[in-house]
């Protein structure tokens, strides 16, 4: 896989009368595998980090906020009565 990329990019440099360097190939091959990672640790790490992150996702803060409004609105209600009846 390695050396069919590096053949790829050696033909792409051939055409454009440029050079390559076998280290800039496998570096960028290298930064895309440690993207990859991270984002699999993310997807599929322990429990504690997943929560982290599901907690910074818009939509849930989103419906927090809301909870929270309803809870300070029902708080400030009378008791035995609704906000609807007159």
Request: glycine share 4%; aromatic share 4%; hydrophobic share 30%.
């Amino acid at each position: 896989e390695d050396f069919k990329k590096i053949e790829d990019e050696l033909k792409k440099a051939k055409a454009r009368g440029k050079l390559i360097k076998v280290s800039e190939v496998l570096k960028d091959k290298t930064e895309i595998k440690t993207k990859k990672e991270k984002e699999k640790a993310v997807r599929y790490g322990n429990k504690d980090v997943k929560n982290k992150e599901y907690l910074k996702r818009a939509d849930v803060n989103e419906a927090t906020n809301i909870l929270l409004d309803l809870m300070n609105v029902e708080e400030s209600q009378p008791t035995g009565k609704q906000a609807s009846s007159k």
